[in-house]
T-cell receptor, first 114, second 115 residues
Framework: GNSVTQMEGPVTLSEEAFLTINCTYT??????LFWYVQYPGEGLQLLLK?????DKGSNKGFEATYRKETTSFHLEKGSVQVSDSAVYFC?????????????FGDGTTLTVKP | DVKVTQSSRYLVKRTGEKVFLECVQD?????MFWYRQDPGLGLRLIYF???????EKGDIPEGYSVSREKKERFSLILESASTNQTSMYLC??????????????FGSGTRLTVV
């Protein structure tokens, strides 16, 4: 079956530090890959996506590149801010699933200190 | 602004009560989902629906049922609430179009406490 593995948290960084959150996946076929972010007290919201190999998704200074050869979709940001403190979820959606049902990683909690 | 609306942000219920969690979306999405979120366990899929009156079990359906009588509304029912169902419940929806699959819109969540 499909699975997503994220680096374990929590991750604590100082403001302006470089962020990497690792995500690897297992899936049959050619899945689409996503990063979602959950701010405190809220639901998840889509941060970025990539639908095919070598695509780069980007939004709000965050980037992730779909690497089929390493089955990875690592999230990066060059300079984090306190407002980036949140839980980040990696997810995949495979065409062989009913209703496009997505598989989520367990989430990585990021805390950015001033 | 497109939305998934969950009827309650916080809910406190007694053990044994029948509990209804309501979710409404205004995007004409075909697919709707119910998850629970617990610390250290990530998101766990309870049930999902890909059409009106259609439903499928997710990973943890025991103790829950769902209803989808209209396209925009997906209800989660706890038949007899128990303390181990205390959790954050998240509703989501997505489109079945080729470009929309996997792009979920989530509600803000309902934090349910069963006492």
């Amino acid at each position: 079956g499909n699975s997503v593995t994220q680096m374990e948290g929590p991750v604590t960084l100082s403001e302006e530090a470089f962020l990497t959150i690792n995500c690897t996946y297992t899936a049959t076929g050619y899945p689409s890959l996503f990063w979602y972010v959950q701010y405190p007290g809220e639901g998840l919201q889509l941060l970025l996506k990539a639908t095919k190999a070598d695509d780069k998704g980007s939004n709000k200074g965050f980037e992730a590149t779909y690497r089929k050869e390493t089955t990875s979709f690592h999230l990066e940001k060059g300079s984090v801010q306190v407002s980036d403190s949140a839980v980040y979820f990696c997810a995949l959606s495979a065409s062989n699933t009913n209703a496009g049902k997505s598989t989520f990683g367990d989430g990585t909690t990021l805390t950015v200190k001033p | 602004d497109v939305k998934v609306t969950q009827s309650s942000r916080y809910l406190v219920k007694r053990t044994g009560e029948k509990v209804f969690l309501e979710c409404v979306q205004d995007m004409d999405h075909e697919n709707m989902f119910w998850y629970r979120q617990d610390p250290g366990l990530g998101l766990r899929l309870i049930y999902f629906s890909y059409d009106v009156k259609m439903k499928e079990k997710g990973d943890i359906p025991e103790g829950y049922s769902v209803s989808r009588e209209k396209k925009e509304r997906f209800s989660l029912i706890l038949e007899s609430a128990s303390t181990n169902q205390t959790s954050m419940y998240l509703c989501a929806s997505s489109s079945s179009t080729r470009g929309g699959q996997g792009i979920y819109t989530f509600g803000s969540g309902t934090r349910l406490t069963v006492v």
